[in-house]
T-cell receptor, first 116, second 110 residues
Framework: DTGVSQDPRHKITKRGQNVTFRCDPI?????LYWYRQTLGQGPEFLTY????????KSRLLSDRFSAERPKGSFSTLEIQRTEQGDSAMYLC??????????????FGEGSRLTVL | RKEVEQDPGPFNVPEGATVAFNCTYS??????FFWYRQDCRKEPKLLMS???SGNEDGRFTAQLNRASQYISLLIRDSKLSDSATYLC???????????FGGGTRLMVKP
């Protein structure tokens, strides 16, 4: 399978714990995005990378959220001191910069977080 | 005010019906526009881009009105398989920072 893959698919944690999600984009894609989606809402932009550079992070929900893409390939999204309001689906997407304005983002199946 | 607004629905229509969804966006400097489709418990996928001149892809027609900051999607001859949530998406700036509306849910019934 050469699509975007995310791990884990489901994570249940207790309030106050830290969680980390991993995203492996389509191999030739140099742009990688993180979105959050709650029930009945559209995806909400969090941050994006071009190669290893994080070009936009102002939309990260709080300083408990951080993302990295150290080698310009896979990315991780970490949430520290989780709260019940963090429960959501975390979606990763990738695209190729040359097609940057075509709108074709390829999404993974998401990582569902439940905070108890 | 949300950056991209849609009627959440649901729109319940019989097979064969024509249905139209609308969307408004707040940023007049928006660069590009799209409709994505999201099936239940699945990831969003690009349905079609929306061009100023309007464009059609089979049973689907998209229109853009930049003056009114309004986007539409028309589905003709609805199929059961068209049941999904349709997301209006706007790119406000370079870098493909797509902003999604809340989605409009369509249910096509036999």
């Amino acid at each position: 399978d050469t699509g975007v893959s995310q791990d884990p698919r489901h994570k249940i944690t207790k309030r106050g714990q830290n969680v980390t999600f991993r995203c492996d984009p389509i191999s030739e894609h140099n742009r990688l995005y993180w979105y959050r989606q709650t029930l009945g809402q559209g995806p909400e932009f969090l941050t994006y990378f071009q190669n290893e550079a994080q070009l936009e992070k102002s939309r990260l929900l709080s300083d408990r959220f951080s993302a990295e893409r150290p080698k310009g390939s896979f990315s991780t999204l970490e949430i520290q001191r989780t709260e019940q309001g963090d429960s959501a689906m975390y979606l990763c997407a990738s695209s190729l910069a040359g097609q940057g304005n075509t709108g074709e983002l390829f999404f993974g199946e998401g990582s569902r977080l439940t905070v108890l | 005010r949300k950056e991209v607004e849609q009627d959440p629905g649901p729109f319940n229509v019989p097979e064969g019906a024509t249905v139209a969804f609308n969307c408004t966006y707040s940023n007049s400097a928006s660069q590009s526009f799209f409709w994505y489709r999201q099936d239940c418990r699945k990831e969003p996928k690009l349905l079609m881009s929306v061009y100023s001149s309007g464009n059609e892809d089979g049973r689907f027609t998209a229109q853009l009105n930049r003056a009114s900051q309004y986007i539409s999607l028309l589905i003709r001859d609805s199929k059961l398989s068209d049941s999904a949530t349709y997301l209006c998406v706007v790119n406000f700036r370079a870098g493909n920072m797509l902003t999604f509306g809340g989605g409009t849910r369509l249910m096509v019934k036999p």
